[in-house]
């Protein structure tokens, strides 16, 4: 168990949908970081919260969009699915001046 | 742009040799940070080993070592004595810090493992 958790770790859902995927930071991390793993772009850095503010944003398209709630959690919320944005979805959190990166066991997103 | 390169898509080892797995990098940053991640199967991304740009020592842990060479820009992983668990995917990526402080990672394609017996 690396401490960060993610929910849940498979999901499949149908084009159009909207899903919430949740991350649980490990204890003492202000810093969650979301990225994609899809087989065609490999892994893409999404969004960046710190400490429940938006930091950085990378590759995220306009039907994502993510926050971090004041208990440090985050969600990335995935509107008007489409089959290319099946992909493994992780989540990692470090302590903002530490250069580890610890991450989630991943939700692996299905859209049929 | 900063950028990581992995040249070798697959790799095959035998059981208690040692590979090498090559990473490249391309960054105008005078301080960066560069890691190695192993993913399994099974999917989950596992933290090998990380090199500081200022580092005058390659980082070392347990059977991983990187063999970093700043004039080069390469930060290659050395697995010694490999394991049949030492089958995966493995990737560099560097930690980019930007104006805002936001340290995400940059990543490389990868590079698949198989250890045979």
């Known amino acids: 168990d690396s401490g960060v958790t993610q929910t849940p770790k498979h999901l499949i859902t149908a084009t159009g949908q909207r899903v919430t995927l949740r991350c649980s930071p490990r204890?003492?991390?202000?810093?969650v970081y979301w990225y994609q793993q899809s087989l065609d772009q490999g892994l893409q850095f999404l969004i960046q919260y710190y400490n429940g503010e938006e930091r950085a944003k990378g590759n995220i398209l306009e039907r994502f969009s993510a926050q971090q709630f004041p208990d440090l959690h985050s969600e990335l919320n995935l509107s008007s699915l489409e089959l290319g944005d099946s992909a493994l979805y992780f989540c990692?959190?470090?302590?903002?001046?530490?250069?580890?990166?610890?991450f989630g066991s991943g939700t692996r997103l299905t859209v049929v | 742009a900063q950028k990581i390169t992995q040249t070798q898509p697959g790799m095959f080892v035998q059981e208690k040799e040692a590979v090498t797995l090559d990473c490249t990098y391309d960054t105008s940053d005078q301080s960066y940070g560069l890691f190695w991640y192993k993913q399994p199967s099974s999917g989950e991304m596992i933290f090998l080993i990380y090199q500081g740009s200022y580092d005058e020592q390659n980082a070392t842990e347990g059977r991983y070592s990187l063999n970093f060479q700043k004039a080069r820009k390469s930060a290659n992983l050395v697995i010694s004595a490999s394991q049949l668990g030492d089958s995966a995917m493995y990737f560099c990526a560097m930690r980019e810090v930007n104006a805002g402080n936001n340290r995400k990672l940059i990543w490389g394609l990868g590079t698949s493992l198989a250890v045979n017996p």
């Open positions: 204890s003492g991390d202000l810093s």
């Open positions: 990692a959190s470090s302590q903002d001046r530490n250069y580890g990166y610890t």
